[in-house]
């Protein structure tokens, strides 16, 4: 008889104790709690042939999207690649999907995820694997559809199905459906009240809503489920930090960044990410946040992932000019347009999106608001192309809405406040805005 997982997949290996430790390593990624990894080593080194195993170790490094974790995943790769006689078929799908983005093609590499999930649609590893493979490419509708996809093989009773449907509110948050999209996140969490991810996405809605109160209330009720020992814990504190700036309370965002979102050195990429774009932000408003770039900016200089990634260099780049560092933004530069000269689905990442978008904020640094406006206006287009949220993009807009200002360009900046103004209600923040874009932007020009 073969050997089962907790939802009836066969695996490879008939280690009672290991298969035990691989379903908890599972659960521990699905709600982004505690050690997975941990956990999976401990597995692997009682039973080095489950291929299944060294599968989820290498969708741990995948969902990262993290350069710095590159030789851990070629060791998955190669440890899996090795089982393949003994490996049964989806294990085999899940190492070549594995390799793929090892390999640069993150595009095939998501799509190899894609397929699995949709042969296999219990295979849980499989779906949040292409889902956050997804968010790291950009491709919103995929956010939504290919949890909807496997959503009918699904009911309650089966592990893990709350995650399902916090991934599914997130996919419908990120294409406009707010409010089916927060209707799943609170079903994700009357099943699950400890599920970040489906925090995080009724987070999003409430932010792409213009809601600010609902939104600080709503994170602030929930805080003891995301805040402790949770991979996505600076995440939502950054989203809690932006309702603060909308609101106007940079003081808020101030303490907020200090106690948690700023960590301690080595940070992992999501995390740098979150802290570069809050303080870039608070720099777009005119706030000094004094020494807190010189940590940042070194803990990027430092990890050698340059040119793995074009999303996380653009954020690199914003530390490095809010450190003063133009020569480090500079060398960024060179490696973004490393890649977008090379192969691969960073290769069209950095060339369509991150090469345009450094370029801009390199020029913003340096009071040419007009190269910056040059930029951003085509890549704002297409810069899904490059990954993140439309939360996380919003940075692009507002450092094309700021140059606008400080360029005296009334008419480009009137038009970009009024399209920003159609989304969403009106708020402190977007006041101040519109007021400076009425004003002409003379004040701003000499700001």
Known sequence: MATVDSRGLEVSTGNARSLEQFDAALHLFNGYYGDPLALIDEALAEAPDFAMGHALRAGLVVTSGDGTAAPMLRESVEAGEALHEGANERERRHIAAARAWLDGSFTRAIERYGDIAIDYPLDLLAVQVAHIGDFLLGQSGMLRDRIAQVLPHWDAEMPGFSYLLGMHAFGLEETQFYERAEDRGRSALDLNPRDPWAIHAVAHVMEMQGRLDDGI???????????????????????????????????????????????????????????????????????????????????????????????????????????GQPEAAAELLAALLGAAAGAGTNAMMARDVGVPVAEALIAFEQGDYDTTIERLMPARLIASRFGGSHAQRDVINLTLIEAALRAGRRSLAQALCAERAALRPMNPSLRRLMHRADAGGAAAARH
């Open 217 to 323: 209330n709503w994170l602030a009720s929930h805080r003891e489920d995301w805040a402790e020992d949770n991979m996505l814990a600076v995440h939502n504190w950054w989203h809690l930090a932006l309702f603060e700036l909308e609101q106007g309370d940079t003081d808020a965002v101030l303490a907020l960044y200090d106690a948690h979102v700023c960590r301690p050195a080595p940070a992992i990429a999501l995390d740098l990410v979150d802290a570069s774009a809050l303080l870039w932000r608070l720099h777009l408003r005119g706030v000094d946040a004094g020494a807190r770039w010189q940590p940042l900016a070194s803990d990027w200089q430092t990890r050698g992932a340059a040119g793995y990634y074009a999303f996380n260099d653009v954020h690199a780049i914003m530390a490095s000019l809010g450190a």
